[in-house]
């Protein structure tokens, strides 16, 4: 099973930018569906963004136009950029990898240990 290990949270201010990175240690990266989910302590996990095997993208309402999703195969990474950040865009960041199309967190098998953004207002 591949082991996913994100990277490039941080601290910053309201309106800032960041790019996290997600790299997938295993053969498979081509051929899964990769995802980005986040968390707030107390609250259920919920979906960001997707991103395809054909390239195919689909972000969740709060975050479309800001946050962009891809993938480079050659690195076997995920990034999620993440523009005009916002308080409420403070969470733990997570990426996972499935064999589906879905924005559902119990049909991602493989995640990564997350990595955390925090937005200041």
């Known amino acids: 099973q591949a082991q996913l290990v994100e990277s490039g949270g941080g601290l910053v201010q309201t309106g800032d930018s960041l790019r996290l990175s997600c790299v997938h240690s295993?053969?498979?990266?081509?051929?899964?569906?990769m995802a980005w989910f986040r968390q707030v302590p107390g609250k259920d996990r919920e979906f960001v963004a997707v991103?395809?095997?054909?390239?195919?993208?689909y972000y969740a309402d709060a975050v479309k136009g800001r946050f962009t999703v891809s993938r480079d195969d050659a690195r076997t990474t995920l990034y999620l950029q993440m523009n005009r950040l916002k308080p409420e865009d403070t969470a733990m960041y997570y990426c996972a990898a499935s064999k589906r199309w879905t924005t559902q967190v119990n049909e991602y098998p493989t995640w990564g240990q997350g990595t955390q953004v925090t937005v200041s207002s």
């Open positions: 991103s395809g095997i054909a390239g195919g993208e």
């Open positions: 295993g053969r498979t990266f081509g051929r899964d569906i």
